[in-house]
């Protein structure tokens, strides 16, 4: 019963993280989600499960970026971690 608890939350976890990919479209049409897209240099960067993919700029027709009620990279104020 244990192993059938653990494999459903894990399950469930790993849909809600794709659930908040950003996504990439392409001139060509295709469309691809990763959980971060960024940029180096000439080329867009997608990050996902394991693997990253790279597309020229050039290629790229737009990003949307999911909404999150944190930011990324969330740091608390001072007075909440106790630094000064």
């Known amino acids: 019963m244990k192993t059938v608890w653990a494999v459903a939350v894990?399950?469930?976890?790993?849909?809600?993280?794709?659930?908040?990919?950003?996504?990439?479209?392409?001139?060509?049409?295709?469309?691809v989600w990763g959980s971060e897209i960024g940029d180096e240099?000439?080329?867009?960067?997608?990050?996902?499960?394991?693997?990253?993919?790279?597309?020229?700029?050039?290629?790229?027709?737009?990003?949307?970026?999911s909404r999150v009620s944190i930011p990324r990279y969330y740091e608390p104020p001072a007075e909440v971690t106790g630094a000064a």
């Open 10 to 31: 894990a399950t469930l976890l790993a849909l809600a993280a794709e659930a908040r990919a950003d996504t990439l479209y392409l001139k060509d049409g295709r469309t």
């Open 41 to 65: 240099g000439d080329q867009v960067v997608v990050r996902r499960s394991g693997e990253t993919l790279r597309f020229p700029k050039g290629e790229v027709v737009r990003i949307e970026r």
